[in-house]
């Protein structure tokens, strides 16, 4: 198993190279593509699966060109509406990348599509989970940027990111590695901590989010003091 964090400081935005046995999966790659290919060309590995964690909204994704250049389909996970050419994933739906297999956890609450993918050792124990926008090093992803006045507000999606985290998060055991899309300095989150990657034990210690009680103080502690996205924002999610 090799796994390797892409990380653009710029964009504050990791991306991941997973493989084992020279199959390689993607995730949420950035629009430069060559760094990808030429990884993979490197290790004699070819690309299998683009996994992406949502629709981002900070920067314009690499997905379709990746696609085009190695076959390898773009995944996207349960209430995706797109009609560009992806597989869309359910809930608990198995990948296997060389000798490990990565699980689809449906995770909405930063969007409706968000989704975090577990990935499983060769022994079938779970190493990591990469959670998009969904968790990341001290912070969780603002919930405002997918609501829509006439179905969802952000307190609606706040109370949806409470129970996907409770759900599917928290309960992961607490050696497993979080690796989130985004680092200090990213607006995808209010108060993102300083680290690029944690552990679902030091989030439960430290993230503010994760102490609340309830899921109305959870919902208080995230939509409170979040500052105006920018105003690309809604630009980028709708080219991704």
Do not use: W
Not at 160 to 165: I, V
């Amino acid at each position: 198993m090799y796994i390797q964090q892409l990380y653009t400081g710029c964009l504050s935005e990791a991306a991941y190279y997973v493989e084992s046995n020279g199959e390689v999966a993607i995730i949420d790659p950035l629009r430069d593509i060559d760094v990808y290919l030429e990884l993979a060309n490197e290790r004699n590995a070819k690309i299998k699966y683009i996994f992406e964690t949502h629709f981002h909204a900070d920067f314009v994704s690499g997905h379709l060109d990746l696609s085009r250049a190695t076959g390898a389909p773009i995944v996207y996970g349960p209430d995706t509406e797109t009609k560009l050419p992806v597989h869309i994933a359910q809930d608990g739906e198995i990948f296997t990348v060389g000798s490990l297999t990565i699980e689809v956890l449906h995770t909405p609450g930063h969007t409706l599509e968000s989704t975090c993918y577990l990935l499983k050792d060769e022994n079938g124990k779970d190493h990591c989970v990469f959670t998009g926008d969904t968790l990341f090093a001290g912070d969780v992803g603002r919930p405002d940027l997918a609501q829509k006045a006439d179905e969802f507000t952000a307190n609606d999606l706040a109370a949806m990111m409470y129970d996907s985290l409770q759900k599917k998060i928290i309960p992961l055991a607490d050696d497993v590695i979080v690796y989130p899309a985004h680092g200090p300095g990213s607006s995808c989150g209010k108060n993102i901590g300083p680290h690029t990657h944690s552990t679902v034990g030091e989030e439960k210690l430290y993230n503010y989010a994760l102490k609340s009680t309830s899921k109305d103080e959870f919902v208080k502690a995230v939509t409170d003091g979040i500052p105006p996205p920018p105003q690309y924002f809604p630009i980028n999610a709708r080219i991704n």
